[in-house]
């Protein structure tokens, strides 16, 4: 008699288990244990990386994510084409790249949709600044010729009608070099990410002159909506892992979601002490700068690609955007499960 009830009770249980609300039954997942590989993990651009690892949202999904940090996005890229990662975490720019080599490696979550990016002129040195135009002959300093910085640096000099050879182009680094390399007048401009920008910008070095921090500055750089850092898989580990790809988006959008309604006490409590730049204040007023670029539901806009597409093929005189498929760059499938299934 204690058995059946037992029996009888556990299988209610189960029915009240499938009919209430909100309840959904974890699909088995193909891989358990992925590898991300990212560059710059402790930047803003991959915040919503760091945040789905730092609380837990990987593991409720079920995941053992390991995430590898590279010097460079090429070696990031490098790890996800020769096996030893799974996915990468890098900009969307990469996924044209691949493309454009014959390698489809769609974006399943964006994480930026904006480059939080911004570029000034020295206040010290290049006052007589007034136009784009007066980039000509100048030296820009950049993170690194090729990267995100340098495209915006070169698409502000393209709209004010220069050439690629009017505006030389210095890779000074993200961190105390290219703070030195402005301030000492090695360059006239500086293009380049957080928290260098809002550094030189509390000590009054630059002059603002164009922000793509915020959507509506990247507008005026891109001419649209320019997707930025975001997660992307090859083709078929997306088509053979579908389950494991969900619960990658789901942690991440969860994360997204989380970093809408998060405080300044919030995001200091999740970060790691290591990635707080060892001033807590910079790293919130630098967040601030960013906050409106980090995406909300993990959504590609449907006119980024065409944005991203236009802006590499004005940037890169190699760049091949007859052989891009704008359809394959991007897979929304599984942020809008996510999005739907976390109401993000």
């Known amino acids: 008699m204690l058995h059946r009830r037992a029996f009888c009770a556990a299988a209610a249980a189960g029915v009240a288990l499938a009919i209430a609300p909100g309840v959904r039954t974890q699909p088995r997942l193909e891989k358990t244990r992925i590898v991300i590989a990212v560059a710059g993990k402790a930047s803003f651009y991959h915040l919503p990386?760091?945040?789905?690892?730092?609380?837990?949202?990987?593991?409720?999904?079920?995941?053992?994510?390991?995430?590898?940090d590279h010097a460079a996005d090429v070696r990031a890229s490098q790890a996800l084409l020769s096996g030893s990662a799974d996915i990468c975490a890098g900009t969307f720019e990469q996924t044209l790249s691949l493309q454009s080599g014959g390698q489809f490696f769609p974006c399943f979550v964006l994480?930026?949709?904006?480059?939080?990016?911004a570029m000034g002129t020295s206040t010290k040195g290049f006052a007589s600044?007034?136009?784009?135009?007066?980039?000509?002959?100048?030296?820009?300093?950049?993170?690194?010729?090729?990267?995100?910085?340098?495209?915006?640096?070169?698409?502000?000099a393209l709209r004010g009608g220069l050439r690629a050879g009017d505006v030389q182009y210095v890779g000074v680094g993200s961190s105390a070099g290219a703070l030195g390399a402005l301030r000492s007048g090695q360059v006239d401009a500086m293009s380049n990410i957080e928290p260098v920008m809002t550094m030189l910008e509390q000590k009054g070095d630059v002059r603002l002159i164009a922000d793509c921090r915020t959507?509506?500055?990247?507008?005026?750089?891109?001419?649209?909506?320019?997707?930025?850092?975001?997660?992307?898989?090859s083709e078929d580990f997306l088509r053979r892992?579908?389950?494991?790809?969900?619960?990658?988006?789901?942690?991440?959008?969860?994360?997204?979601?989380?970093?809408?309604?998060?405080?300044?006490?919030?995001?200091?409590?999740?970060?790691?002490?290591?990635?707080?730049l060892g001033d807590r204040a910079l790293y919130l007023a630098a967040f601030d700068k960013v906050r409106e670029s980090i995406a909300l539901d993990g959504l590609v806009p449907?006119?980024?690609?065409?944005?991203?597409?236009?802006?590499?093929?004005?940037?890169?005189?190699?760049?091949?955007?007859?052989?891009?498929?704008?359809?394959?760059?991007?897979?929304?499938?599984?942020?809008?499960?996510?999005?739907?299934?976390?109401?993000?």
């Not at 945040?51 to 590898?68: I, N, P, S, T």
């Not at 802006?311 to 996510?338: G, W």
Request: hydrophobic share 45%.
């Open 49 to 68: 990386l760091t945040l789905a690892e730092q609380l837990g949202y990987f593991r409720a999904e079920g995941l053992d994510v390991e995430v590898m």
């Open 111 to 117: 994480q930026t949709r904006a480059p939080q990016v």
């Open 129 to 156: 600044y007034q136009a784009a135009a007066d980039l000509r002959g100048r030296r820009v300093g950049v993170s690194a010729v090729g990267s995100p910085t340098h495209m915006m640096a070169s698409l502000v």
């Open 215 to 233: 959507l509506r500055g990247t507008s005026e750089v891109f001419g649209g909506p320019m997707p930025a850092a975001c997660l992307y898989a």
């Open 241 to 276: 892992a579908p389950h494991t790809g969900q619960a990658v988006a789901n942690a991440m959008v969860r994360s997204l979601k989380w970093l809408q309604t998060a405080g300044p006490g919030d995001i200091i409590k999740a970060i790691p002490e290591s990635q707080l």
């Open 302 to 344: 449907q006119e980024g690609p065409r944005t991203a597409l236009a802006a590499m093929t004005a940037f890169d005189v190699n760049f091949r955007p007859e052989r891009i498929e704008p359809a394959r760059l991007y897979n929304n499938d599984f942020a809008l499960r996510a999005k739907d299934r976390y109401k993000a």
